[in-house]
Structure formats: structure tokens, C-alpha cells
């Protein structure tokens, strides 16, 4: 596999060109008025598939944005890699906050990513990684390189909880049977220090409405008579951590898996500079779990967050008002043995219960999921372990993620295979945030590496 290096210099400016192509479709799923553009995209994907040299392309009708699914088979005595992905993107707001039209990508430098980075909302997630598994399999097809046999799904609607997908999956659990699922849509923790993820936080997801009077009203009139529910709800938010920085739902903790202090120690010895991490957010101080370091708060422990608070008067100016109905959007991250819909009715109860009488709560659950986390002694996580060895010239550290991707679980739990996550992602992209961007150096990296985990893998099959 010498000629990776020659297949990608000679073709590296058409990888851009079509990652651009990609880029400047604004496929977000989260909003309904953009529909049209996601189901462009799903296109632009089946088309792609098809040329980088898979044999059977699909467009998989859901309930929801079609599933992409193509495959390429070789021969039925050999592994099977399954590559999943997503073509949707979040919405790019603040849009007032990025310096150049999110659907629009450029190519700038960064301190970072002295080899310039592009600059568009789905750069790293998911759309550029997703694509370095197109462009592997096209270099593998190419230059009969392929291995083993592959076969990928792309889905639209990972950025809203992957519903479809669910649905899918269950539903043709033969044809999408592997040996194992590649995917990567996470991130490491620097160029010159690779990583794998080996673990993804649950979720779960819920919306909470306070009311309070039946109609808003005039804050001379009925203030300090009635509670506002603007009030009500900040102390209730503000209830649901104790001054330890723990959670407070009771039973919150009950299944939470403790790491031995070995684990913990080993996890320790992975490089991070606590003043880099605050000075690259531009933090005072870092904040969180009583006896617990930074990287231990955002992988292995459990964490409950508002996404968004709303009520009242927010436009220009003063209005004197005492609001109907408060409004907030809450998150929680889950780790493994943590049951995402027990989780969800937990908070639901306790939610209801610390309700004062003055007003009545309502609890809307959205999405959630299980966490995961990937074996490091298996033959698939040694062979993505030698390919960043072949390509980084280092062991990659195996890292847990803070993040979700909810379907990984439900992959295992139907599909029986383990995922290897091989992100080529940094922290610093901006994923889900304005000015959104993936190195060219990590798009080129990551198209490097594959190949070498698809050969690895099936050697050591
Ligand atoms: N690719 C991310 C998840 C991710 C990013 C995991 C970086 C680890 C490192 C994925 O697209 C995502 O944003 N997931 C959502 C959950 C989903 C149900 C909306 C998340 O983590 O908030
Ligand atoms: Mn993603
Ligand atoms: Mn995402």
C-alpha cells in the first residue's frame, strides 16, 4: 500500500473540490424548511458511493431522510467492514458569529492547522470524515487495494436523534450484517498525538414548560402575589445540583459505572494541559464534580445541562411583565449501565415533584440513547491501533469521549459487531459552533489510515 501516499498527492485538490461540493448543500435536518437540500445531499452522497466504486448504491426510504446504503462485495469468505456516517448537519446558528457564510466554505489557516483548514458548517461534523471513508474506498477500488468487503450506511438525521435510523436497523439486520463498524465522526486529541475512541456518553433529552397564571400580566399590578415562572424555573434548574456540583435527582447515580483507581491513573497519563484547555475557551477556572478532574467530568461521569432558558419579554427595551410560561431545554449525559428512558423518568417525577404548588410543570421528552464503550483487546481495535502506528508513527492513546452518537449502542444490540471510532476531529473545530472547520491535514490524514485498518484487519481476521 506504498502508492497511498502518491494516490492521495496526485488527487488531493479533486478531494477538496468534492468535499467543497459537499459542504455547500445546507443539509440540516433540524429544520423542515431546508428539506429539500437535505434530500439533495442524500443524492450527492448516492452518487459519490457510486463512483468511488461501490457495486450496489441505495437509496433506503424511512419514515424520515432516506438512508444511504451501498455496498461493495468481494468475496463472502472475507470480513465484512461496515461504514456508518451522517449527512446532516446542525443548524448554523449564531449565524452573526461566523466570519464567512457557513454553506459557503474557504480554506484559511489557523495556528492549528498550518496547512489551511475548511472553514463550513459539517466540515469535521459529519461530512469531511464522513467523506475520507469515500475517498479510502475509491484509492482501495482504484488501485486494488480493497481487502475485504465493505458496505456503507449514511444517514440524515443524526443531528435529531437518529429516529429513522432505529427503524431501519432492526429491519434489515441481514443485509447489514459485518464484522465490524467503522466510524468516524469523533475526534483525537492532537495531530502529533493520536487517539481512538473507545467510549460515547448516553443521552437523554427533555423539554420543560413552568406555568404559572393563565395569561402574562402586568408586573405592578400582580408582582410579589404570584409566583413568575421565569423565577420558579431558575430555582428549580438551579436545585438540580447540590454544592458538590452533584446531580440531585434521587436514583440519578444508582447504575453510574466506577472506574477503579487503576483506570482512573491510566486515563490520568493521557497529555492535557489544564491551562491550554482554559485558555483556548477563555475560562477563569474550570468548573464541575467534586473530586473528579476535567477529563474524568466530561467522559466517565454523568452530567445534566441547560441548553436553553426562555420566557417573557426579550425583545427591545423594557416591558413590565410577569410571564405566563418559562421555558428551558435540558440535556443530560449518561455512561454506561445508565438506562437513558429510566434516566428520563427519573427527571420527569423529580421535575414534577419539586414543583411549587403555585405552578404546573410539563415534561416533554425528546431523543436519547445508551452510551457505548469499545474493548480495547480486540482484533479490531489492534488493527486500528496499528494503522495510526503506520501512519502517525505512534501508538494512539485509547481516550473516552464525552459525546454522543446514540446509534452506536442500538448497532450493537441488534448487529452484534463492535465499533471502532477512529476520529480525525479536534476539539478546537468548533463542531455544533460557529466558524466550523476541519485541517486538510486531518481530511488527508484520515483518507491515509483507513486503508490501513481495512488491511490490518483482514489480516488479522
Ligand atoms: N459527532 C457528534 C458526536 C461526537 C462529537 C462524539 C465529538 C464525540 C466527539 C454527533 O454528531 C453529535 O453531535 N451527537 C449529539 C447527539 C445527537 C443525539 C444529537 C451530541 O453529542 O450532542
Ligand atoms: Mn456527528
Ligand atoms: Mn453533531
Known sequence: ?????????????????????????????????????????????????????????????TPGY?????????????????????????????????HSPPFEPVIKNTEIHPEGAIFARGACDDKGQMYMHVKALEYMVNTGNLPCNVK????????????????????NIEKLKNDVILISDTGMIANNIPSITTGLRGLSYVEVEVTGPNRDLHSGLYGGAVANPITILSKMIASLHDENNRITIPGFYDHVEELSLEERAEMAKAPFNIEEYKDAIKIGDVYGEKDYTTNERNAIR???????????????????????????????????????????QLFVDHFKKIAPKAVTVKVNPHHGGQGYVTPTNTIAYQAASKAYQT????????????GSIPIVALFEEHLKSKTILMGFGLNSDAIHSPNEHFGIWNYLKGIETIPYFYKYFTELK
Open 152 to 171: 456503507f450506511m449514511i444517514e440524515g438525521e443524526e443531528e435529531v436523534g437518529s429516529e429513522s435510523l432505529s427503524w431501519f436497523v432492526p429491519r
Open 302 to 344: 454523568p452530567t445534566l445541562d441547560v441548553n436553553g432558558i426562555w420566557g417573557g419579554y426579550t425583545g427591545e427595551g423594557a416591558k413590565t411583565v410577569i410571564a405566563s410560561k418559562a421555558y428551558a431545554k435540558i440535556s443530560m449525559r449518561l455512561v454506561p449501565n445508565q438506562d437513558w428512558k429510566r434516566i428520563t
Open 66 to 98: 432516506p438512508i444511504i446504503y451501498g455496498e461493495k462485495k468481494i468475496d463472502k469468505n472475507l470480513p465484512t467492514v461496515l461504514v456508518y456516517g451522517h449527512y446532516d448537519v446542525q443548524p448554523p446558528d449564531p449565524i452573526e458569529l461566523w
Open 1 to 61: 500500500m506504498k502508492d497511498i501516499n502518491n494516490y492521495i498527492e496526485t488527487h488531493k485538490e479533486r478531494f477538496l473540490v468534492e468535499l467543497i461540493s459537499l459542504l455547500k448543500i445546507p443539509s440540516i435536518s433540524a429544520d423542515k424548511t431546508y428539506k429539500k437540500e437535505v434530500l439533495l445531499t442524500a443524492d450527492f452522497v448516492m452518487e459519490q458511493l457510486k463512483k468511488a466504486g461501490c457495486d450496489d448504491v441505495e437509496l433506503c426510504e
Open 391 to 402: 501512519t502517525f508513527s505512534k501508538t494512539p492513546i485509547p481516550q473516552r469521549s464525552g
